[in-house]
């Protein structure tokens, strides 16, 4: 099982990224995705999930209306949009799959989740 977050970059206040989540030996459908962050000094925190099966998806109040979770199964892919970003948002960038056909129902459950690929560093300038 591996999971490969990217697409993390330099950006200015207001600006957009998409960050991706490669997925390798797993049935992605099967799985609940989460994105998590860690900024420098803070503790980890959820910002988003995806969940298995009808891909329901849940927020932390602090993204919700800018980032947007998505997927698509056929490329085993998981997607993390993510506009207007603020000076604290930098962070790294982790995504993380919980198998059995989970459904998110919290974002406080990155000790829950099975599987963690390497984080994808966002810096937002302000």
Known sequence: VQ?????GGLVH????LRLSCATSGFTLEY???GWFRQA????????????????HTLYADSVKGRF?????IRKKMVYLQ????????????YCAARGG???????????DMDYWGKGTLVTVSS
């Open 82 to 93: 993510m506009h207007s970003l603020k000076p604290n948002d930098t962070a790294v960038y």
């Open 68 to 72: 947007t979770i998505s997927r698509d």
């Open 40 to 55: 420098p000094g803070k503790e980890r925190e959820g910002v988003s999930c995806i969940s298995a099966g009808d891909g």
């Open 13 to 16: 206040s207001g600006g957009s």
């Open 31 to 33: 799985y609940g995705i």
């Open 101 to 111: 056909k989970y459904q998110c129902d919290t974002l406080d459950d990155a000790e």
């Open 3 to 7: 999971l490969q977050a990217s697409g």
